[in-house]
């Protein structure tokens, strides 16, 4: 098991070592003083902190298998990152310093892109934002995204199997992906560089990497599916009485919307008065109040008359009580400024002191029963905090995060994280959900996994890891 | 390894055993005369052939349990068994009889359908009709359709991802389960019937059972996903002069067609004569012929108006030379006619004397150039023979069948099956391609499987399958 594996202490990632392992990419590439690493030891909200005696920086596939090889042989475990915009600390190493960082940053090339095939070629070290502008110079969408795409990498979003907001029409990651290239601990290469719609070829290893946050190999290219670029999007701002209502809504939006919903927004009332309150030029987009909004993307390959036919679902769902109210976006600049109230509201939550944060799913049809009972018991469990839940109501991935009470204390607020995590994810639990919806397992939530895993599969995923790990190098104490 | 565990052989295999096996289930679900067992030793094509002590058939997941716990510790093969319409044997025991099948026929519950969340929890012996039936009482829709829908059941479907025409909008099966509930050797049970559309809690392992054609473990139930019904469908039957003509008839229909491409099937003018000779009240659609033709199905949530961008669309491509002549069925009667054309296809050639087939893919893109190669390859290999490439251009998966010369000897043009399966199978590789898209492994081509797979992905499946089936109890022989 990985987590009996001897690896060497600090004091033993001797300098002949180092020097092996620099020697494989060059001394320019190999980063051994704290000033350098820095960037890579650290995440943006400064949460995780690690030590590392190096930080090599591959330039091809071979010199990270050569690092895999040397790696398995001498038990140095290995700390795979991409753009280092994860939020449970999966690409950070641990504090004890003899974790080697191997960032895939210099694995950058955009290989090949098909657009009659609708594939896209792509190394890991890409990031989201040039594959999906590779995709749209080809003619061709690639519908990934996230408020971090202009750092995050297609290796980092397969490592996690990234979400995000289009995942209602298009399918996480693990949905855009053909083909893989991945090197193994020990170093040998899976050539798995499939163009593939269909193969039946034996059993499915592409998908048991993706998501596996480096803990079973390396990712350093994959094969992206492209799709066609909608012809048409209707973006329209909705307020609602409940997530109830917003649920018929979605059912209506679906039949009547005049396209595929690409995105099915919840936002709760406090959150669009946080963002008008710290949001640099927010305005509301409705005349009067309501305790909830959606925002709803409707996309069409036709290039006319989506606009039509939202407005007369959305007069449908009015009718029917499922709206209280609506505007449809009259063009791109009031579309993004919808979007904005919807991607400034965890931000602006920093304005209004500590928040604890939960990532967490559940069937979809729950989420109204799961939401009455979550805010309830976070409400009770902490007189006057303030629940602010949010997110991807389509696919049942609700962001349930709680700011603290007005004029409390931070400290105090936030030394309750873990007791309010457990709450929640008690009532998450009850609901057959899970407790990390699109964000992974990491550092944040291994010591949670067994609580909320069945044993069985826990079991299996152990012995997985074994198998293709033996010797536990890559990225111990994550997820397992 | 499975290949070298020790079993029973026949002699070895007790009354004792045996009758512990038979009290598992009831002796009234024990089958162990000839007669009885007769339906499930071999296929409808009469092709594969097993020998068996006894036929299980289990009534309840705790009784799959039981099996596999009695089986890891006797170490007995088990063979799991759904609608027994595979193509490729799996589903059959070898000839040295002492492997017991275990049909999963009475687990057939549909448990619970959920319209508003979109799933559906079937168990594994619900035929697929079944489960479309569940769907569309439901108003909603499960879109995996196959020939056999009849008999075929949802866990063979889920064993061997089963695709079919739909695939080109909806994926293979394992792009339609959101959860399983799994027995594994030794008998502990997986329950991971979850109804999550996103849940990053670890590794992929309902990918990993999907398409392992019971060699992991059973899969005992499914979540399934569920869509909208589409509210209109148009079909057409397109005349091309060429694959490559019709895969930028594609584009063209992906684009305007006035919805989702739902099934873009290629058909040689040879196949079409072959129905029109063979099948009972088949017709030619268009006046003239042509080499080739497109079977074009596009589905829309909207009620009207289908019909119109179709025919602007083949107006269009015909502008453009993509197209030479089309015609829209004006009725589901006439739709069901353009279907039957292809349906009868397979087995119009059994008129038609001896057939070698192949169901293979390659990158969409390719489909033209590996034709050309493909069929000039096996002309010159077999003088007279005549290919017959049909199937799902859209994903890059054709049934690359051929008939024997006219008037030639039948026997003699099959036993250069495998030579003609190696000729067709070598230019597979060349295009990078798959000699299994949609039908498995099985007992067909486990010979075939290291000559065409990457060792380093071998060695991973062999390695998964030591680890999560140790003693190599489930479905020995087949794909590994």
């Given at each position: 098991?990985?987590?009996?594996?001897?690896?060497?202490?600090?004091?033993?990632?001797?300098?002949?070592?180092?020097?092996?392992?620099?020697?494989?990419?060059?001394?320019?590439?190999?980063?051994?003083?704290?000033?350098?690493?820095?960037?890579?030891?650290?995440?943006?909200?400064?949460?995780?902190?690690?030590?590392?005696?190096?930080?090599?920086?591959?330039?091809?596939?071979?010199?990270?298998?050569?690092?895999?090889?040397?790696?398995?042989?001498?038990?140095?475990?290995?700390?795979?990152?991409?753009?280092?915009?994860?939020?449970?600390?999966?690409?950070?190493?641990?504090?004890?310093?003899?974790?080697?960082?191997?960032?895939?940053?210099?694995?950058?090339?955009?290989?090949?892109?098909?657009?009659?095939?609708?594939?896209?070629?792509?190394?890991?070290?890409?990031?989201?934002?040039?594959?999906?502008?590779?995709?749209?110079?080809?003619?061709?969408?690639?519908?990934?995204?996230?408020?971090?795409?202009?750092?995050?990498?297609?290796?980092?979003?397969?490592?996690?199997?990234?979400?995000?907001?289009?995942?209602?029409?298009?399918?996480?990651?693990?949905?855009?992906?053909?083909?893989?290239?991945?090197?193994?601990?020990?170093?040998?290469?899976?050539?798995?560089?499939?163009?593939?719609?269909?193969?039946?070829?034996?059993?499915?290893?592409?998908?048991?990497?993706?998501?596996?946050?480096?803990?079973?190999?390396?990712?350093?290219?994959?094969?992206?599916?492209?799709?066609?670029?909608?012809?048409?999007?209707?973006?329209?701002?909705?307020?609602?009485?409940?997530?109830?209502?917003?649920?018929?809504?979605?059912?209506?939006?679906?039949?009547?919307?005049?396209?595929?919903?690409?995105?099915?927004?919840?936002?709760p009332?406090?959150?669009?008065?946080?963002?008008?309150?710290?949001?640099?030029?927010?305005?509301?987009?409705?005349?009067?109040?309501?305790?909830?909004?959606?925002?709803?993307?409707?996309?069409?390959?036709?290039?006319?008359?989506?606009?039509?036919?939202?407005?007369?679902?959305?007069?449908?769902?009015?009718?029917?009580?499922?709206?209280?109210?609506?505007?449809?976006?009259?063009?791109?600049?009031?579309?993004?400024?919808?979007?904005?109230?919807?991607?400034?509201?965890?931000?602006?939550?920093?304005?209004?002191?500590?928040?604890?944060?939960?990532?967490?799913?559940?069937?979809?049809?729950?989420?109204?029963?799961?939401l009455?009972?979550?805010?309830?018991?976070?409400?009770?469990?902490?007189?006057?905090?303030?629940p602010l839940p949010f997110?991807?109501?389509?696919?049942?991935?609700i962001h349930f995060n709680?700011?603290?009470?007005?004029?409390?204390?931070?400290?105090?607020?936030?030394?309750?994280?873990?007791?309010?995590?457990?709450?929640?994810?008690?009532?998450?639990?009850?609901?057959?959900?899970?407790?990390?919806?699109?964000?992974?397992?990491?550092?944040?939530?291994?010591?949670?996994?067994?609580?909320?895993?069945?044993?069985?599969?826990?079991?299996?995923?152990?012995?997985?890891?074994?198998?293709?790990?033996?010797?536990?190098?890559?990225?111990?104490?994550?997820?397992?």
């Amino acid at each position: 098991m990985p987590s009996s594996t001897p690896s060497p202490t600090p004091s033993e990632f001797s300098a002949d070592l180092s020097a092996r392992f620099a020697a494989l990419v060059g001394e320019r590439y190999a980063i051994a003083d704290a000033g350098g690493q820095g960037p890579y030891l650290r995440e943006w909200r400064d949460r995780y902190h690690g030590k590392t005696p190096l930080v090599l920086l591959p330039g091809s596939v071979e010199e990270v298998a050569a690092i895999l090889r040397l790696a398995d042989e001498t038990r140095t475990p290995i700390v795979p990152q991409g753009g280092n915009t994860g939020l449970v600390g999966g690409q950070i190493p641990h504090a004890t310093g003899h974790e080697i960082v191997v960032s895939l940053k210099r694995l950058d090339k955009v290989r090949a892109v098909d657009p009659e095939g609708n594939t896209l070629d792509v190394e890991a070290g890409v990031t989201l934002q040039r594959a999906q502008e590779a995709a749209e110079a080809a003619g061709r969408f690639f519908p990934l995204t996230l408020p971090s795409e202009g750092s995050c990498t297609v290796g980092g979003n397969i490592a996690t199997n990234a979400g995000g907001t289009g995942v209602i029409a298009y399918g996480n990651t693990r949905d855009l992906v053909l083909g893989l290239e991945v090197v193994l601990p020990g170093g040998r290469i899976w050539h798995g560089m499939r163009h593939l719609r269909k193969d039946n070829t034996g059993y499915d290893l592409r998908n048991l990497f993706i998501g596996s946050e480096g803990t079973l190999g390396i990712v350093t290219a994959a094969v992206l599916k492209l799709f066609p670029k909608p012809r048409s999007v209707g973006t329209a701002f909705i307020g609602v009485d409940s997530p109830a209502a917003a649920l018929s809504l979605l059912q209506v939006a679906r039949e009547n919307g005049g396209g595929t919903v690409t995105a099915f927004e919840l936002l709760p009332r406090r959150g669009v008065d946080f963002v008008l309150a710290h949001g640099a030029d927010a305005r509301d987009p409705l005349a009067e109040k309501y305790p909830w909004y959606i925002l709803l993307e409707v996309s069409s390959s036709a290039e006319l008359g989506v606009g039509e036919a939202l407005e007369a679902m959305l007069m449908q769902a009015y009718e029917k009580g499922y709206a209280r109210d609506a505007v449809i976006a009259a063009s791109l600049d009031q579309a993004a400024d919808f979007w904005r109230l919807r991607e400034l509201l965890s931000e602006s939550q920093r304005f209004e002191g500590g928040s604890i944060k939960h990532d967490v799913s559940v069937p979809v049809r729950l989420v109204p029963a799961f939401l009455d009972k979550a805010i309830a018991a976070v409400e009770a469990f902490i007189p006057g905090s303030r629940p602010l839940p949010f997110g991807h109501l389509g696919d049942g991935n609700i962001h349930f995060n709680v700011s603290q009470p007005v004029g409390g204390d931070k400290k105090a607020f936030l030394d309750q994280w873990e007791q309010t995590n457990a709450l929640v994810h008690g009532i998450v639990a009850e609901f057959h959900g899970s407790i990390s919806a699109e964000h992974g397992i990491g550092q944040a939530k291994r010591a949670l996994l067994p609580g909320v895993k069945d044993p069985v599969e826990l079991a299996m995923m152990r012995s997985i890891k074994a198998t293709l790990d033996p010797n536990g190098i890559m990225n111990p104490g994550k997820v397992l």
